[in-house]
T-cell receptor
C-alpha cells in the first residue's frame, strides 16, 4: 500500500514564527510532490510543487525534498494568522501516474 | 479565467438513493479527476477521465461511476447510497494524462441520512 504520512497536529505557532510541516512517503520511485492548503469548509489550494531534491522557495514558503529519506517538508516563514489552515501533502506515485495520494493533513494554527 | 466549478454545493440524500454530481474543468483543461474527502481525512482518489474514458480508478466499489462529455465536463454518479458515503466530493482538473498540477473545485458536500 503506497502511503503518505503526516503528523495530524494540531500545530500552533506564534505570529511571525517559522512553521515547519513534515511528510513522509512510502514509494521510493515517486517523482512529484505537492503541498495544498485547505481552509475549513473549502477546497484544497495548491501552494507548492517540488520534483527535485533540495529546496524550492516561493515567497514565504519553502518546500524541501529528500528522496533518499523519502521526506518532504514545508516551511512557512513569518507566519500570519491567515496561514491557519490544514496543510495537505500529496505525492504522485510511480505506476499511478494519474492520481494524487494525499496524507491526512496537518492542522496549523498561527496565534496572534 | 474560469476555475473548476462544481454543482450542487450541498446535497442531502437518504440511504439507498442515487446521486449525480457535476464538474466543469478549468478553462483549457481536458482531464477530470474525482476525489472523496471524509471529515478529518485527506482526499482519496476515485477515478480520472480523459477523452471521455475512465483512465484510472482508485479503491472504490462499482457503485461509483462517472462520465465525461465532449466539452470535458464530467459527472460522478453514486448508487445505493450508504451512510459512509457522506463526504466532500472534490473535482480536480488538469491538462492531459498525468498533467500537473491538479486544480480543485469548491466541492459538493454530500450528507446521507
Amino acid at each position: 500500500q503506497k502511503e503518505v504520512e503526516q503528523n495530524s497536529g494540531p500545530l500552533s505557532v506564534p505570529e511571525g514564527a517559522i512553521a515547519s510541516l513534515n511528510c513522509t512517503y512510502s514509494d521510493r520511485g515517486s517523482q512529484s510532490f505537492f503541498w495544498y492548503r485547505q481552509y475549513s469548509g473549502k477546497s484544497p489550494e495548491l501552494i507548492m510543487s517540488i520534483y527535485s531534491n533540495g529546496d524550492k522557495e516561493d515567497g514565504r514558503f519553502t518546500a524541501q525534498l529528500n528522496k533518499a529519506s523519502q521526506y518532504v517538508s514545508l516551511l512557512i516563514r513569518d507566519s500570519q494568522p491567515s496561514d491557519s489552515a490544514t496543510y495537505l501533502c500529496a505525492a504522485r506515485f510511480s505506476g499511478s501516474a494519474r492520481q494524487l495520494t494525499f496524507g491526512s493533513g496537518t492542522q496549523l494554527t498561527v496565534l496572534p | 479565467d474560469a476555475g473548476v466549478t462544481q454543482s450542487p454545493t450541498h446535497l442531502i440524500k437518504t440511504r439507498g438513493q442515487q446521486v449525480t454530481l457535476r464538474c466543469s474543468p478549468k478553462s483549457g483543461h481536458d482531464t477530470v479527476s474525482w476525489y472523496q474527502q471524509a471529515l478529518g481525512q485527506g482526499p482519496q482518489f476515485i477515478f480520472q477521465y480523459y477523452e471521455e474514458e475512465e483512465r484510472q480508478r482508485g479503491n472504490f466499489p462499482d457503485r461509483f461511476s462517472g462520465h465525461q462529455f465532449p466539452n470535458y465536463s464530467s459527472e460522478l454518479n453514486v448508487n445505493a447510497l450508504l451512510l459512509g458515503d457522506s463526504a466532500l466530493y472534490l473535482c480536480a482538473s488538469s491538462l492531459g494524462l498525468g498533467g500537473e498540477p491538479q486544480h480543485f473545485g469548491d466541492g459538493t458536500r454530500l450528507s446521507i441520512l
